[in-house]
């Protein structure tokens, strides 16, 4: 489903700083766990970090102490913050939201176009 749209991806050279935007929609901040996720040709995507409704938070080993994942439910915003940045975080990036109900059941789940980051000197 169509829901979210990122923005913010782009050139950057490898130390350097990119923040990654997500936009939706009021009903997927309420209530969703919201994600990035970052895919590169012939790799399977892999998670980034995510954020509950609650704001809290989880970090791929990868990116740890560099990213920083953040989310603004009244502004229906989410940011990544991705500082330090290593040829090796080249990818597009994704983000993702989705509502689970008992027992993990997934209910509810959307996917935004994709952002290229491409870390090169």
């Known amino acids: 489903q169509v829901g979210l749209v990122e923005s913010g991806g782009g050139l950057v050279q490898p130390g350097g700083s990119l923040r990654l935007s997500c936009a939706g929609s009021?009903?997927?901040?309420?209530?969703?766990?919201m994600h990035w996720y970052r895919q590169v040709p012939g790799k399977q995507r892999e998670l980034v970090a995510g954020?509950?409704?609650?704001?809290?938070?989880n970090y791929a080993d990868f990116v740890k102490g560099r990213f920083t994942i953040e989310r603004d439910n009244a502004r229906t915003m989410m940011w990544l913050q991705m500082n330090n940045l290593e040829s090796q975080d080249t990818a597009v990036y994704y983000c993702?939201?989705?509502?689970?109900?008992?027992?993990?059941?997934?209910?509810?789940?959307?996917w935004g176009q994709g952002t290229q980051v491409t870390v090169s000197s």
């Open positions: 009021p009903r997927i901040f309420r209530q969703h766990e």
């Open positions: 993702h939201a989705e509502f689970r109900g008992p027992s993990a059941v997934l209910i509810d789940e959307y």
């Open positions: 954020i509950t409704s609650g704001g809290t938070t």
